[in-house]
C-alpha cells in the first residue's frame, strides 16, 4: 500500500492551496479516504472525509468546514482536499489514510505573510 501526499507548500493568509494524495496497492473504491492534519504541538485531528459511495456526503471538522473541499476520483486513485481562504492556524502537516492503518508520509502546508 501506498499514498503519495502532494501540493503542499508556503501560501499567504486568504490564499489557495489543493493537495493531491495518489493512492495504490489496495482497491481504492472501497476504501473511505480522509485527510488528517498535525500542527506544531498538538495532536493529529481529522480535518475531512470522503465515503465510498456516491451517496454518501463528505464530513468536514468545524475549524475548515465552507472553506476546504474533499474529493476522489477512484479511475486516478486519487483524493483531494481543495483548500481556500486558508489561515495561519491551518499550518500543519497534511496526511491522507485509508481507514486501514495506511498512512502517507505527509505534506507541511505552512500559511504565513
Known amino acids: 500500500v501506498q499514498l503519495v501526499e502532494s501540493g503542499g507548500g508556503l501560501v499567504q493568509p486568504g490564499g489557495s492551496l489543493r493537495l493531491s494524495c495518489a493512492a495504490s496497492?489496495?482497491?481504492?473504491?472501497?476504501?473511505?479516504m480522509s485527510w488528517y492534519r498535525r500542527a506544531p504541538g498538538k495532536e493529529r485531528e481529522l480535518v475531512a472525509r470522503i465515503g465510498n459511495t456516491r451517496s454518501s456526503r463528505p464530513d468536514y471538522s468545524a475549524a475548515v468546514k465552507g472553506r476546504f473541499t474533499i474529493s476522489r476520483d477512484n479511475v486516478k486513485n486519487t483524493v483531494y482536499l481543495q483548500m481556500n481562504s486558508l489561515k495561519p492556524e491551518d499550518t500543519a502537516v497534511y496526511y491522507c489514510?485509508?481507514?486501514?492503518?495506511?498512512w502517507g508520509q505527509g505534506t507541511q502546508v505552512t500559511v504565513s505573510s
Open positions: 496497492g489496495f482497491t481504492f473504491s472501497w476504501f473511505v
Open positions: 489514510t485509508n481507514g486501514a492503518g495506511d
